[in-house]
């Protein structure tokens, strides 16, 4: 059964690696992937709902109302309805989850940066949609609304040392 562009929300930690694992998803499917980065959605210096900080003298760009979520929103509305690919998903993302669950010993990246061939072969027998689309941020999955136009969901978490 033929089913709409499948949507992945990729949320979590600042600097904990959203976007790299944003790029990875785009490097599995290539020219069928679609990335929306919600750091673009930030409202301007100038807006008048931002929560500012006096001890550091600086906009707290952390906080969910520094962006502009609705139009966000309603970019990722339109590039699910005005998508021209119809995603046929192979297997079930239980049957993914536990490949990956069974496959935590393989290295991910080659090099730093490139997905691993094992990983690649993973994939591609776990999932084949023609069309993804990608929706990358620290309040993706926080926003409801939001959260809810996504098929697939990933929160990323990193340690204080780590981040630091």
Request: glycine fraction near 6%.
């Amino acid at each position: 059964m033929a089913q709409k562009i499948i949507t992945i929300g990729i949320g979590g930690a600042t600097c904990g690696g959203k976007s790299t694992l944003a790029k990875l998803v785009c490097q599995l499917f290539g020219d069928r992937a679609q990335k929306l980065n919600q750091d673009d959605f930030y409202f301007p210096d100038e807006y008048p709902g931002h929560v500012y900080v006096p001890e550091v003298k600086h906009i707290n760009w952390e906080v969910e109302s520094a962006f502009d979520n609705a139009k966000l929103i309603r970019v990722v509305k339109e590039r699910i309805q005005s998508s021209e690919h119809k995603a046929a998903v192979v297997g079930n993302v239980s049957n993914l989850i536990q490949a990956l669950d069974e496959s935590r010993d393989i290295p991910l990246l080659v090099d730093g940066e490139k997905l691993s061939a094992q990983w690649q072969k993973l994939f591609e027998r776990s999932v084949i949609p023609s069309s993804v689309l990608i929706v990358e941020g620290i309040h993706v999955l926080t926003c409801k609304e939001l959260s809810q136009l996504c098929d697939l969901k990933f929160f990323v978490t990193l340690d204080h040392k780590t981040c630091w």
